[in-house]
């Protein structure tokens, strides 16, 4: 029996998808914690690939339920759309082991508007870069108490006068930003077809959980999102809206902190950010369009071209530390191939002198806070063969040490190419405690 959270340690899309996907082959259960369809984790069976938005990423894998928690958003035509691509893909079986928190909140028409208007409001050099999905404002209505959890789908005309009172709330705000206020009436309308699917699937995500742990399943939390977009620890205000961190397992999942046996932290071997905010490590060079290039680096939900830039080891230990990461899987690798160097930053240097950790407060005053790099040799071997550290190019091999050694945690798998099996596996979660 082990309960794991699988959890970004940069800005997104580390690989998170890959690793819940490969990692579920053992788990009965996923559940996922944070976040809503601002994330696409990526699956690829074979040649296969497919984007899951809002469900785990353990859906490939017919043995294992999964739980949308309670700490996420929901977009009901998202979200049925998803189970509808599923199924035309064969799995027909979703609805007996998919469950929907009925305390997970809704993204409803409002919020997708007022996302839209808000960040055109911001203007360039403002703007977060949000993917306009109606995040930020579907948790602003949960923290303000007028949102619309997924268990009142259960009764339409009482939905109706929770929607009515939300609209009131966002009107001045709404007609400030010169946006039309939608009507109560069209908006459940609307919603009661999707309703009628969703009910069903609705339950106690917490208890059921908590019920897997205690009967000694192998259970997977998941994250979305990434440590340096959290709410909290994140680079405010160029963050998302929900807690990305392993601790927001807890209160996502609603599962007790004592009952998590392990934490992973995922982190490409260079860092990618998409939207708006400081990135020290980023490149603008022939290296940073390599990276873009060869990792395919372009937002699975908006399609927008990632940022890209070195591996940042103070951002690793940061998260490490607010993580408390027990390991770290190491997604990419491949993509450093044909890079003549590769540099890491390896401490920022500030006006209180050289730091190790990320100074998260001073990385949007460049002038306060300088990256200090080191340098290592690259490799023009391809990666995506190697199922040991032995078959890795000797400067591959120096860099993944480099790394594994300046963050401080063990690594348990390293990452060679998007499929299933072009994992190194060094030490398994559900095994290592
Ligand atoms: P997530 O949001 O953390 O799940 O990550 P995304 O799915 O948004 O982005 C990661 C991308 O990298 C996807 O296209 C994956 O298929 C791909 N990927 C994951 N691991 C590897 C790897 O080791 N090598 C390569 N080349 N691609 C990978
Ligand atoms: P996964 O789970 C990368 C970014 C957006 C923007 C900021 C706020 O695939 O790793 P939001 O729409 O959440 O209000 O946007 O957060 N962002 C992500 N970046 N991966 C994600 O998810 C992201 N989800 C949100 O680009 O900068
Ligand atoms: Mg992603």
Request: net charge neutral; aromatic share 6%; hydrophobic share 40%.
């Amino acid at each position: 029996m082990t309960a794991v959270v699988i959890v970004g340690a940069q800005w997104g899309d580390e690989g998170k998808g890959k690793i819940v996907d490969y990692y579920t082959e053992s788990a009965q259960v996923v559940v996922r914690y944070a976040g809503g369809p601002n994330a696409g984790h990526t699956l690829v069976v074979g040649d296969d690939k497919l984007v899951v938005r809002l469900l785990p990423s353990g859906i490939l894998r017919p043995a294992t339920a999964c739980i949308l928690g309670q700490g996420m958003v929901i977009d009901a035509k998202v979200l049925l759309g998803e189970i509808d691509q599923l199924a035309a893909r064969g799995h027909a079986d979703l609805g007996s082991r998919l469950m929907l928190s009925d305390r997970a909140h809704m993204i409803l028409p409002y919020h997708l508007i007022l996302d839209g208007l808000r960040e055109s409001a911001l203007g360039q050099g403002k703007a977060i870069g949000t993917t306009k999905k109606g995040i930020g404002p579907a948790y602003e209505d949960k923290a303000r108490r007028t949102g619309i959890r997924a268990g009142d789908l259960r009764d339409l005309a009482r939905l109706r006068t929770l929607v009515e009172a939300a609209l009131d709330a966002w009107r001045p705000t709404l007609t400030a930003l010169g946006g039309d206020c939608p009507s109560a009436a069209a908006i459940v309308d609307e919603l009661g077809p999707h309703a009628a699917r969703l009910v069903p699937l609705l339950g106690n995500a917490s208890r059921a959980a908590d019920e897997a742990v205690q009967a000694g399943k192998d259970v997977m939390f998941e994250g979305a999102q990434g440590t340096l977009l959290d709410i909290d620890h994140g680079t405010y205000p160029f963050v998302t809206s929900s807690s990305a961190v392993a601790g927001g397992a807890t209160i996502g999942a609603g599962i007790g902190p004592s009952r998590i046996d392990c934490v992973v932290g995922i982190t490409k071997a260079y860092t990618t950010r998409v939207g708006s905010g400081p990135f020290p490590t980023e490149l603008s060079d022939a290296s940073g369009q390599h990276l873009r290039d060869v990792g395919v680096e372009f937002g699975s939900v908006t399609g927008r071209p990632r940022r890209t830039g070195w591996l940042d080891l103070p951002a690793l230990r940061y998260a490490r530390r607010v993580n408390g990461l027990d390991g770290l899987a190491l997604t990419k690798l491949d993509v450093l191939t044909g890079l003549a160097r590769v540099k890491v930053c390896v401490a920022y240097d500030t006006p209180d002198g050289r730091v190790d950790e990320l100074p998260v407060d001073l990385i949007d005053r460049p002038d306060l806070a300088r990256p200090v790099y080191d340098e290592l040799d690259g490799w023009q071997e391809a990666l995506s063969a190697a199922r040991s550290l032995d078959d890795l190019p000797a400067a591959a091999r120096r860099y993944v040490d480099f790394i594994a050694q300046g963050a401080g945690v063990p690594l348990y798998l390293v990452s060679v190419g998007p499929r299933r099996a072009e994992s190194i596996e060094l030490r398994h979660p559900f095994t290592a405690k």
